[in-house]
Every structure is written in structure tokens, then in C-alpha cells.
């Protein structure tokens, strides 16, 4: 026998196979079929999908042998992988040089051989779709023909391996990079809350102080030193709630009234004022919610619509319908609406679109936790301005009592 040489590259071909981490996997049904299939057609006991490793010859799948591997040295499908040709065929392997007195075809009983490389984008031969038989045959052009088509198959199934494993990987490293962020925004909003609360304090005593002797101008200064820190401090309290409350959607779900629960919530919004009218609808009787996550999207949607009001009377109404699988909301108010064309983007992380009733700007952060929080209870939210005024947050959350 001639034991078959390693191709010129060989050392980026190894790399190639390995990149796809299907050496020493299990067996697979969508391999198998292939195999199963290649056999049926060419009407060959023995079918292969096999992956030429550093010094053996790997199988992926193989149909009617009871190995997993076997020595390179020996392999027909080394000799595969060097040729120029799309199919390596050889009819009595008894009668070929390279083959006559290999262990396979004496102690096997491989007689008849047919490989078609599987080359990758990149023109690596990583291993064959190969049929054996133990007598000596020919096969037809159809036969050819699938071999090579169900060949091109195994491909695009490695290349999809391929891809699962990048986007695995970038999983893993969004999943790591959002837990250094969240530990980040712990970090920040703990060494920063600190010494604003000092700040706000000592302004508070600086102006308490010399309130009587300080210029108007000084106490304007004091006052924008004030709303400063506020304004930073709404800022660390809201990237802190952004990165926490994805725990949010995965704590349990409980069953409660629906009507007790817009009471708690009005309540919670501090919504007792005769300049706000707020609705909801009525005899919905119990619901089944994860409460914290939905209290949470509520209150950010409802104090939004009164801290951005721009009318001299608020009103705000919360519609809620259900169907067969979901639970559906509405939140609408009657005030300056979203700008044509934001109605997507006010829902991403520091978008600021408006500024309450004090000329203070939002933090661009509310809406994309309300997002997060409804995508991760398995719903969608939209925003919507219709032409008489206001705006609609529209939201969907999966019934947890069916």
C-alpha cells in the first residue's frame, strides 16, 4: 500500500478543521440522514462523513461501521483530499497499488471506495462524504451526482456549526461585558451617591446660612449647583435601575386584583392632585403578573406623562385587554407627544426627547429599562402619537395563568 502525503497546506487545513470543534462530538440525526441516504442511493453498505485529524481519520457519522476513527496512514479518504478531482472513485481496491494490502480492504473487506471532498469557503479540504462496499462496482451519473449535491450538504451543516459557535462566543462576551457593566454602575452609583448627598447637604447649609447676605445671583448659583447634582444623581439611580431590574422579569409571578393594583400604583405616582385625571379600566377582576417588573413599567410610563405634561390638566388613562395568550396595555396621555419619526428610537438607552414642567432634561434611561423589562416578560411595546395630541405606550406581556 501507499500511505497517502499531506497536502502543502496542511498546517491552515488542521487549523480549519478544528475551527469548527466537531472532532470527538457525538453522533448527530442531520449527519446520520446524510449517510443513511448516501448509502441508499449508491446501494453501499458503508457510509462516512469523516474529518481528516492531525494522524486519524475522524468520523462524524457512519452508517453501517462500527468504528468512530481510524489510522490517517491508511485512509482512503487521505487520498481524497489530494486529488484534483471532485470524486475520487475506486471501482476493486484490490487492484490498486495504493490499496491492495491496506488493513481495510484486507481485514474490512473494502473493496469499493467513492469520496467527495467537503471544501469549505476558503478551499480547505476537511475530510470526505464517502461510500464503501465490499465488492467491486461502478456507479451511474445520478448516483454522482447526489453524492456530490448531499456533499454540499454536509457543508452548509458545518458551516452553520460554524456560525452557532460565533454566536455563542458573542453571547458569552455580551453576557460578561453587560455583568462588568452592571458591577460598573453598582460601583459608580455607590462612590458617587455618597458625596452628592454631601453636596446637596452643604449647599442646603450654605443657603440656609447666608440666605440673608447672599446676592440673588449667589443664591441662583447655589440653586443651579443644586439642580446639577439632582440631575446627576437621576442619572446614577437610573443606569443603577437599567442594569438591575433584568432581574426583574425572571423573579415569580402572583395573582392580584387588577383594580387594588391601579390604586397601589396611583398611589405609588403620588397622583392626588385636581390637575391630573387619572383613568384605568374597570371590572377586570384578577390578573396573574410578575407585579414588581409590571409596577415598575407603570410607574416610569404614568410619571413620564405627568413629569412631561405640557397642558394645565394632565390626564392619563390605562386601558388593559387580554386574548388567549396575552395580557395587553395602554398607557395614554394628552401631552406634547414624541417627535415624527422617534416613536422607535425614544426607547434607546440616553435618547431625551423632552424636559419637564422645570426645563430639566431626562436621562435617556427610563424608557429603555421600561423595554428591557416588558422584552423580558416576553412582550413588545411601541409608542405612538396621534394626530389629536399625546402619546400612547402600547405594551404586551405573556399570560402566566394558561
Known amino acids: 500500500m501507499i500511505a497517502p502525503t499531506f497536502p502543502d497546506n496542511e498546517k491552515q487545513r488542521q487549523r480549519a478543521v478544528e475551527q469548527y470543534n466537531l472532532l470527538d462530538t457525538l453522533p448527530e440525526a442531520s449527519y446520520d440522514e446524510i449517510t443513511a441516504l448516501?448509502?441508499?442511493?449508491?446501494?453501499?453498505?458503508?457510509?462516512?462523513?469523516?474529518?481528516?485529524?492531525?494522524?486519524?481519520?475522524?468520523?462524524?457519522?457512519?452508517?453501517?461501521?462500527?468504528?468512530?476513527?481510524?489510522?490517517?496512514?491508511?485512509?482512503?479518504?487521505?487520498?481524497?483530499?489530494?486529488?484534483?478531482?471532485?470524486?475520487?472513485?475506486?471501482e476493486d481496491a484490490r487492484k490498486d497499488i495504493r490499496f491492495k494490502d491496506n488493513p481495510l480492504v484486507i481485514n474490512q473487506n473494502a473493496v469499493f471506495y467513492a469520496g467527495v471532498p467537503l471544501v469549505n469557503q476558503e478551499g480547505y479540504r476537511l475530510g470526505t462524504l464517502c461510500v464503501f462496499d465490499t465488492e467491486p462496482k461502478t456507479l451511474n451519473e445520478k448516483q454522482i451526482m447526489t453524492l456530490k449535491v448531499l456533499a454540499s450538504q454536509v457543508m452548509r451543516l458545518f458551516e452553520q456549526q460554524l456560525v452557532n459557535l460565533k454566536l455563542e462566543k458573542l453571547k458569552e462576551e455580551l453576557l460578561l461585558r453587560n455583568e462588568n457593566l452592571k458591577k460598573f454602575a453598582n460601583v459608580v452609583s455607590h462612590d458617587l451617591k455618597s458625596p452628592l448627598a454631601n453636596m446637596t447637604s452643604l449647599i442646603d447649609l450654605v443657603e440656609s446660612d447666608f440666605e440673608k447676605y447672599a446676592s440673588p445671583e449667589s443664591l441662583e448659583y447655589l440653586q443651579l449647583l443644586k439642580d446639577s447634582s439632582s440631575s446627576l444623581r437621576d442619572y446614577i439611580d437610573g443606569l443603577l435601575m437599567f442594569y438591575s431590574y433584568s432581574e426583574l422579569g425572571r423573579s415569580g409571578s402572583e395573582q392580584l386584583n387588577f383594580e387594588a393594583f391601579m390604586k397601589h400604583i396611583k398611589n405609588l405616582c403620588q397622583i392626588d392632585s385636581e390637575e391630573i385625571v387619572f383613568n384605568y379600566t374597570k371590572n377586570i377582576g384578577d390578573i396573574t403578573v410578575n407585579k414588581s417588573a409590571l409596577s415598575q413599567i407603570l410607574i416610569n410610563l404614568i410619571s413620564n406623562a405627568v413629569k412631561y405634561n405640557d397642558k394645565q390638566q394632565t390626564r392619563i388613562d390605562v386601558s388593559f385587554s387580554k386574548n388567549e395568550t396575552d395580557y395587553m396595555f395602554e398607557v395614554k396621555d394628552n401631552g406634547p407627544g414624541i417627535p415624527l419619526g422617534e416613536e422607535i428610537a425614544v426607547f434607546d438607552l440616553f435618547s431625551v426627547y423632552g424636559v419637564d414642567k422645570y426645563k430639566n432634561k431626562g436621562t435617556g434611561i427610563g424608557l429603555a429599562t421600561v423595554k428591557k423589562l416588558v422584552e423580558g416578560l416576553g412582550g413588545n411595546i411601541k409608542a405612538t402619537s396621534p394626530k389629536d395630541g399625546g402619546c400612547i405606550f402600547s405594551f404586551n406581556l405573556k399570560r402566566l395563568d394558561i
Open 38 to 90: 448516501a448509502s441508499f442511493i449508491t446501494d453501499a453498505p458503508i457510509s462516512l462523513i469523516t474529518l481528516l485529524d492531525n494522524d486519524r481519520n475522524f468520523f462524524k457519522s457512519a452508517h453501517g461501521f462500527p468504528l468512530t476513527e481510524s489510522p490517517r496512514d491508511i485512509s482512503f479518504c487521505g487520498h481524497a483530499i489530494i486529488s484534483d478531482h471532485p470524486i475520487t472513485i475506486i
